[in-house]
């Protein structure tokens, strides 16, 4: 069975988003967006909300980054190749290629998804991501942890929810942020 992966890059006080919903001080540097890529190749399926379904399809057109550096156009390149699912009861259609939108999120479903998959999935957004989470289907948490604090803004994690991670992996970038790997073990 495929796993389930929450990954983001996050304040040290924990948020994704600051209060006025920017995350411009998160953006990963060569390093870190190169160790990015490299986790992303195994994922073949994003789960989305709309918001960042929404601010992530710019990648969809890889020419639109044939002038940035060769890890940039890898992540468009990968971001292209993978299957997208969109829950939104507002978007009318999708605005990229593999993309079907689910007006629901159907934790059974997204069940049957993981059994089914050849590779793992991502869940993006810490909003579909506390669904997921509060239904036990994310199986690692990714947070890569910027050496800034925000007071506010949208939580990484949800503030209902007790789990028991198990750390696998913590790795430190010249930059100053921390990416750490836990297996769920709730």
């Known amino acids: 069975m495929a796993k389930l992966i929450y990954s983001f890059i996050m304040s040290l006080d924990g948020y994704v988003a600051d209060r006025d919903g920017r995350f411009d001080w998160g953006e990963p540097d060569e390093e870190v967006h190169t160790f990015v890529n490299g986790l992303q190749r195994g994922i073949g399926t994003y789960l989305f909300g709309r918001r960042l379904y929404e601010v992530m399809v710019a990648w969809e057109d890889p020419s639109a980054f044939a002038q940035e550096p060769p890890y940039i156009q890898d992540f468009a390149e990968l971001w292209k190749a993978a299957d997208k699912v969109v829950f939104s009861r507002t978007l009318d259609r999708p605005s990229s290629e593999r993309t079907r939108i689910e007006r629901e999120f159907d934790a059974d479903a997204v069940r049957q998804l993981k059994a089914d998959a050849g590779q793992d999935l991502a869940v993006g957004g810490p909003e579909l991501a506390a669904s997921a989470i509060r239904t036990g289907l994310v199986d690692e948490f990714q947070m890569f942890i910027s050496p800034v604090a925000v007071g506010g ?31 769920n073990r709730t």
């Open 153 to 183: 803004g949208k939580k990484y994690l949800p503030d209902d929810v007790r789990l028991r991670l198990e750390l696998l992996e913590e790795r430190r970038f010249g930059n100053g942020v921390v990416f750490l790997r836990y297996a």
